[in-house]
């Protein structure tokens, strides 16, 4: 008796493991200020699946990002968003950021955008609320490298916005 008690133990502890699997929605947005080309240049990397549910819900629920059927008009919701979701202030003042544009790299989706015309930086002051509205379990970390300092913050849902100095 004992055996087959063991011998169940053992088939079915493995398969208990995996029931507890949580996904983990994270974006990483690296910030670099070239001060020779006076231009504060976005990289953000989001998982695609999380970006397509995303679109799905707010703009078109057929939408496929990153394959041959991706339509031409993705890169205009792509671009509202972070528009939207992407905010910065350079010295107290709100700057435009502009959308270069995306491309794909296995799952990943990485989005560029450059803030331009930028002299010096004293403050900086960076929002990013990508996909805080369709995830509440939604992290975004932010790197920056601004006069050759690092610096790095993970934004949530209840802390989206971090301010550098540079005085």
Not at 44 to 58: A, K, P, Q
Not at 132 to 139: A, I, K
């Amino acid at each position: 008796m004992r055996i087959s008690t063991l011998f169940l133990f053992v088939l079915i502890t493995p398969l208990l493991a995996f029931t507890s699997l949580h996904k983990y929605y994270i974006s990483v947005t690296q910030i670099n200020y070239i001060q020779e080309k006076q231009s504060v240049q976005i990289t953000s990397r989001i998982f695609i699946d999380d970006f397509e549910n995303l679109l799905r819900e707010r703009y078109d629920e057929k939408i496929t990002l990153a394959g041959k059927d991706e339509p031409e008009i993705a890169n205009t919701y792509v671009e509202k968003y972070l528009k939207n979701k992407v905010t910065i202030k350079i010295n107290n003042e709100s700057v435009d950021v502009n959308f270069i544009g995306k491309e794909y790299d296995g799952d990943i989706m990485r989005c560029y955008l450059e803030v331009e015309n930028i002299k010096n930086i004293n403050t900086i002051e960076i929002t990013n609320q990508v996909l805080f509205d369709l995830y509440d379990e939604q992290q975004n970390i932010v790197k920056t490298k601004i006069y050759s300092k690092q610096k790095s913050m993970i934004l949530s849902n209840q802390n989206s916005t971090m301010v550098l100095n540079f005085n």
